[in-house]
């Protein structure tokens, strides 16, 4: 267990139990004071009240902080262990965006969120800080935050950055030397990729996974700090999409594979032209795809 994660549970239970006797309207003492008595940084008092913020225990507006209602035996953190991982959440969040069960503009309920996550509410709080950056949640104006979704506009513009950044990749992997161990693993992706069309009739299902293992290793190869993120959550989605719309899911699949290995041949002959432009036509057919599965699936 992080110390940071040990300080702050211990901080947030001791001060539940803190409150426990305070009426409704109560006002608590300051961070700094808070933080002398609870024996933590100022930084832990500001989780630790962002938390309780969250769940509906205090109001804080500035320097005001005050008690609304007195402490459940629900509020109390889980134990450490049943937490999942910041990519588990990462996952289970996408995922529970992207199945559309929930509308484009809905506020979220950190505390709540948390519970069905199975995360503590401020790290719900800094993952939901991080994903703004990517434009599918905000912070309202008042606090906690709203869902922007996954809508066809948004759909068009991640298409378009994947399109930027996955070309600039294909040409730096057109140019590298034969001793690079990314042609060893093209060469197996590319096994890969023959194995499941032989199979395709009762597997396709298994795509899915093969295509983020395929443009997660031509991504590799460009390493800048300031996409990674963005890669991941482009990632993501387009691993996701592919579960969306179950019409001509095997046709569609195939077609896929039939156009990866089109851009690993031209790759394995070095011939960069040839590489783009396979490319540039599947991930123009990848993003007909995902708007048509967006278009199915908000109709639905």
């Known amino acids: 267990m992080a110390r940071t994660d040990a300080r702050f549970r211990a901080a947030y239970e ?19 004071t808070l933080a002398a008595e609870l024996k933590v940084s100022r930084t832990v008092v500001r989780s630790v009240l962002t938390g309780l913020q969250a769940a509906g225990i205090i109001a804080w507006d500035g320097r005001a902080k005050t008690l609304l209602r007195a402490p459940l035996a629900s509020d109390h953190l889980p134990a450490r262990d049943d937490y999942i991982s910041l990519e588990a ?13 929930v509308p484009a503009g809905t506020p979220l309920n950190v505390a709540q969120l948390a519970k069905q996550f199975s995360v503590p509410p401020h790290s ?12 599918l949640v905000e912070r309202r104006p008042r606090g906690g935050w709203r869902l922007l979704g996954f809508t066809p506009d948004y759909a068009v513009e991640l298409t378009e950055f994947r399109m930027v950044l996955e070309m600039n990749a294909v040409r730096a992997l057109a140019t590298l030397p034969q001793s690079h161990p990314v042609w060893a693993q093209l060469t197996a992706l590319r096994a890969d ?24 290793t031509i991504n590799s ?4 700090r300031f996409v990674e993120e963005f890669q991941k959550v482009i990632s993501l989605i387009f691993h996701y999409h592919y579960q969306w719309d179950k019409k001509r899911e095997r046709q569609r699949n ?11 041949d031209a790759l394995q002959r070095h011939d960069g032209a040839a590489a ?25």
Do not use: C
């Open 14 to 32: 001791q001060t539940l139990t803190l409150l426990q006797g305070e009426r409704p309207g109560t006002a608590l003492a300051s961070e700094t």
């Open 221 to 224: 190869v460009v390493r800048n």
């Open 124 to 135: 719900l709080q800094e993952f939901l800080s991080g994903l703004s950056h990517f434009g």
């Open 193 to 216: 990729h023959v194995a499941l069309l032989q199979r395709i009739e009762t597997d396709f299902h298994d795509f899915s996974k093969l295509d983020e293992q395929f443009h997660g």
């Open 276 to 300: 783009e432009a396979a490319a540039r036509a599947h991930l123009l057919t990848s993003k007909e795809t995902l708007l048509a599965s967006l278009r199915v699936n908000m109709l639905a």
């Open 89 to 101: 959440l990462e996952s289970r969040f996408l995922d529970w965006v992207l199945r559309f069960d």
């Open 254 to 264: 195939e077609t896929a594979i039939r156009e990866h290995l089109t851009i690993l």
